[in-house]
């Protein structure tokens, strides 16, 4: 496991990010889905050799802690602040039923939920007590992006994001290995997907972004808890044609690419906390199961 500190600001400035890093190596890596575990329609393969340069990453997704440290320096107000609502798993709401503004069919476990936002994650009557060290969430991949310019970072690209992520293991399913534990790998849900959950793990949302255990460089949680926004735009077919070397994604899209899974992951209907899972959604959308991690520019 390498650690390095936290990355240092541009000459002249404040360090504002103060995450701790773990540094990934330049090296060759098998990306894709290795065992057919992988969705249809998810775009994780072919299997292809990626040349990566070495860079340093955020050890945790980005806290609630370091992120209100960046509204109380700047101001900054999320797009679900300024829409006025966003989605929350309907067993963790903490609002009035009038606050609830829509429930996709397809989706019905997700509401709309007026007032809900980063520092009220479950609608507007909860807070951020006790959640100092968990994972902001209710945060868009526009808002990761401001947080980045402010922080003086970048998203990770899809590449280094999986690489890091496989923590130096070739080709295995999870970032520890292929072995499976119930409740002790990972916080995604156990039980009755999405209606009873057994709380196997200790965890029915976020868990602490140091829960559990990290891979072999460092990182914790890459797989389950939040979905973290990548860099790139997203493609179904982008594998069968990509650079081999440190690549970034397509040109021009219309959803941004997402990593890791969440807790909300389940094998009856999403199996996508895994190294090589893939998901996308549009730059401004958020919900309560989706944060981010950043990388150091170079």
């Keep these: 496991m390498s650690q390095l500190p936290p990355a240092p600001a541009a000459p002249g400035s404040l360090v504002r990010h103060h995450l701790d890093q773990a540094l990934v ?3 060759v890596f098998a990306m894709g889905d290795a065992d057919g575990a992988g969705n249809p329609g998810d775009g994780e393969t072919p299997v292809h050799e990626v040349r990566l340069d070495a860079f340093s990453i955020d050890t945790t997704t980005v ?11 700047t101001g900054y ?17 903490q609002a009035d039923i009038d606050d609830v503004v829509g429930q996709p069919p397809q989706t019905p476990w997700w509401l709309g939920v007026r007032g809900a936002d980063w520092a009220h994650p479950a609608g507007p009557r909860s807070s951020l007590d006790g959640l100092a060290e968990h994972s902001v969430v209710q945060v868009s991949w526009n808002d990761a ?4 310019a402010w922080a003086g970072r970048r998203l990770p ?17 999870y970032p520890w290995g292929d072995e499976w534990e119930e409740g002790q790998r990972c916080n995604i849900w156990q039980g009755r997907f999405p209606a009873v ?21 460092g990182l914790w949680q890459s797989v389950g808890n939040v979905w973290e926004w990548c860099a790139d735009w997203w493609a179904e077919g982008y594998y ?11 040109a021009t899209g219309e959803q941004r690419s997402m990593r890791g899974g969440s807790y909300l992951c389940h094998d009856s209907y999403c199996n996508r906390y895994r190294n090589s899972a893939r998901a996308s959604n549009t730059a401004d959308s958020a919900a309560g199961n989706v944060g981010f ?3 150091a520019l170079t």
């Design 293 to 295: 991690r950043t990388v």
């Design 77 to 93: 107000r999320t797009e679900s602040e300024l829409f006025g609502y966003s989605a929350v798993f309907h067993l963790a709401l």
């Design 157 to 173: 690209t899809e590449a280094e994001w999986e690489c890091a992520s496989r923590g130096g293991l070739a080709g295995r399913r």
């Design 197 to 217: 959950n057994t709380l196997a793990d200790g965890w029915l949302s976020t868990a602490p972004v140091r829960e559990f255990a990290p891979n072999g460089y």
């Design 25 to 27: 190596p330049a090296q």
């Design 145 to 148: 992006l401001a947080y980045c």
């Design 63 to 73: 806290t609630n802690a370091a992120f209100a440290r960046f509204v109380a320096d």
């Design 240 to 250: 069968a044609h990509s650079p081999a070397e440190n690549p970034a994604g397509p």
